[in-house]
């Protein structure tokens, strides 16, 4: 007979772990596991699957599924074979791949329809089990639905374990099954690639944003100062997590360079570092800032995009994301001619290699420099 243990869990409900051992000639052969929110659950199980086991050759059948390699052990292996990791979205697309309950299936018994039912699951919002078993409670696995775009990022980060884990797995991946399921659920809507962005802030808006931040900062300088971050922003045109990472000890005054650590990059961000020039005016805001911690700006980026976020709320600006900054920052190069106005200069600012993709970041609006005379430089510039 199968036992059952139970957990507490932080909010004080109790979680119900139901285990069956099987044994032959004196050896536990196999071992079977699940959680379940209710003890009536667990025992339902408990005697499903002994029922089923007791089926002449059903144990040494399970036994030999379970040595197959399931999506979450391929997984696994894509993962321990990367000498140097992934980013951190693609890591963590991953890790909640092998938490659906797509990972206890067996590669060998997937089809398009598996992939078409993981994609439609990922779409109503059907929730994996969380990293943290103490998180675990009913009110986790309420729907939460997500966007097509959402969704795609999943796909895209799955195919690459399709198309590349077989050799490391040492199995056959259904390849044209996903490439099938992929086709009708783009043809379906159910997928669908990012839009565009071409939001770029206002100079009213800016005004604003400086404004609130600044009289923010002065009310209690313990706070970020998040009108310095946005400066950077438009002065250096960085990532939000990458500006906030950046050490003293790469960046060379002499030379006007920044060089800026696993620059991300949609095949290989770890180990991209990318040598950058810097503008006048991140030369004066970087000089600004204290030598008081390691890092340059030395604030979480989640903290970074939700005060941002929060000041847009109260601001009611519409639309604006902190990553909309960099777009305005590219644009603005173009628009006063940075380096000359040639392309190649503008990368070396930006960071971005020659076939990147720089292009999605220029929206030009005007000739000449919007930002010229802006009455917030002198404060960007004196010292925090």
Known sequence: MGTIMTRAKRDGSQSYTATIRKKQKG???????????????????????????????????????????????????????????????????????????????????????????????????????????????????????????????????????????????????????????????????????????????????????????????????????????????????????????????DFDENNARLTIRNMKHPRQTVGNDKETWITEEGMKIISSMPRSDERIFPYHSDTISRLFTEACKILEIDDLHFHDLRHDAISRFFEIGLGGGSRDKILKYTGHSPDGSLSRYIHVEQEGDKYEGWRWWPLLFAPL
């Open 27 to 249: 050896k536990v052969v196999l071992t079977l596991t699940e959680t379940f929110p209710s003890e009536r659950s667990a025992k339902r199980w408990i005697k499903q699957r002994e029922s089923e086991l007791k089926t002449k050759g059903a144990v040494d059948k399970v036994v030999q599924a379970k040595k197959r390699k399931t999506w979450s052990d391929v997984i696994a292996d894509y993962c321990a074979a990367s000498p140097s990791g992934f980013g951190k979205t693609k890591t963590a697309n991953l890790a909640y791949l092998q938490r659906l309950e797509f990972g206890k299936i067996a590669v060998e018994e997937t089809d398009d329809h598996t992939f078409f039912k993981l994609a439609q699951d990922l779409l109503i919002g059907v929730q994996a089990p969380p990293a943290d078993e103490k998180l675990d409670c009913p009110e986790h696995y309420n729907l939460k639905p997500r966007l097509p775009q959402t969704v795609n990022s999943y796909m895209a980060t799955l195919r690459t374990v399709v198309q590349y884990g077989g050799p490391i797995s040492g199995i056959q991946m259904p390849l044209a099954e996903f490439e099938t399921a992929k086709l009708t659920l783009t043809h379906q809507g159910q997928i669908a690639r990012s839009a565009k962005r071409n939001r770029r802030p206002t100079l009213d808006e800016m005004d604003r944003l400086m404004a609130y931040f600044h009289d923010n900062y002065m009310a209690d300088t313990r706070r970020v100062p998040m009108y310095k971050l946005v400066g950077a922003a438009i002065a250096l045109a960085h990532r939000q997590k990458a500006l906030s990472l950046i050490p003293w000890s």
